[in-house]
């Protein structure tokens, strides 16, 4: 199982960022997938959830902002930051569990700051 995470980076207060995880190793269209986000000291936060049939979760701190949706056909999930605040700064990691084994991404860094 390979998560690879791309599109982090610097932008504003109130701008937008698309979050990629190109997913290999597994029957991607079969799985739950996550997204989460981690601050220096923290504990990693979930973020959002889409499962296989496409039923999608927040967290309350992102809900109306962020949106994930995944492209089975291409085994990449993705997840769109609007109105990004300076809150949102942190590490994000795609995720999938796989018959009682965690997988994560390497992370992508996202900073929000002017």
């Known amino acids: 199982v390979q998560l690879q995470a791309s599109g982090g980076g610097l932008v504003q207060p109130g701008g937008s960022l698309r979050l990629s995880c190109a997913a290999s190793?597994?029957?991607?269209?079969?799985?739950?997938m996550h997204w989460y986000r981690q601050t220096p000291g923290a504990e990693r936060e979930l973020v959002a959830t889409?499962?296989?049939?496409?039923?999608?979760n927040y967290a309350d701190s992102v809900r109306g902002r962020f949106a994930a949706s995944r492209d089975n056909a291409k085994n990449t999930l993705y997840l769109q930051m609007n109105s990004l605040k300076p809150e949102d700064t942190a590490v994000y990691y795609c995720?999938?569990?796989?018959?009682?084994?965690?997988?994560w991404g390497q992370g992508t860094l996202v900073t929000v700051s002017s």
């Open positions: 889409i499962t296989r049939g496409g039923d999608l």
């Open positions: 995720h999938v569990r796989r018959l009682a084994t965690d997988y």
């Open positions: 190793g597994f029957i991607f269209s079969t799985y739950t």
